[in-house]
């Protein structure tokens, strides 16, 4: 029984190592009108393993996805943004992975409300293996 227990701790302590250990450093949200946005940070992995993102929630939003955007060549060789969902987001052992405007973001949808500069939007961030980060970002007009 007691070794049962000292497993279950030992888990729980693992669990929160990976809640832990991804930093995110200096989000925001795009003030913008309408039911659709983008959130923007840098994230940060102090540990040594890779973390990845497997998905994102917030309660200002409907729908939450982890988007990124690239330049393809359109019709007459033309160049054209297109923003396209990922299934994860790896941030390298030590290593910083950048969500920015025109390349990965986090894309929040069917917006419940609508956006105020300076209020705080809370976003989970979901990871592989079970963790979590809770990520609270200010709306910002940028």
């Given at each position: 029984m007691l070794r049962t227990i000292l497993v279950l701790l030992s888990l729980i302590g693992l669990?929160?190592?990976?809640?832990?250990?991804?930093?995110?450093?200096?989000?925001w949200v795009r003030l913008v009108p309408g039911p659709v946005s983008g959130a923007f940070m840098t994230l940060y992995n102090?540990?040594?393993?890779?973390?990845?993102?497997?998905?994102?929630?917030s309660?200002?939003?409907?729908?939450?996805?982890?988007?990124?955007?690239?330049?393809?060549?359109?019709?007459?060789?033309?160049?054209?943004?297109?923003?396209?969902?990922?299934?994860?987001?790896e941030i390298p052992a030590k290593g910083r992975v950048e969500l920015k405007p025109?390349?990965?973001h986090i894309m929040l949808?069917?917006?419940?409300?609508?956006?105020?500069?300076?209020?705080l939007v809370r976003i989970t961030l979901r990871l592989e293996g079970g963790g979590t980060l809770l990520v609270e970002a200010p709306v910002k007009a940028q």
């Open positions: 669990t929160g190592l990976a809640q832990t250990a991804l930093k995110a450093e200096n989000p102090p540990s040594d393993r890779a973390i990845r993102v497997i998905a994102a929630e309660p200002m939003a409907g729908k939450v996805e982890i988007h990124q955007t690239t330049i393809v060549k359109g019709a007459g060789g033309t160049e054209v943004m297109q923003m396209r969902p990922v299934q994860f987001l025109g390349g990965y949808m069917m917006l419940k409300e609508p956006l105020q500069e300076g209020k």
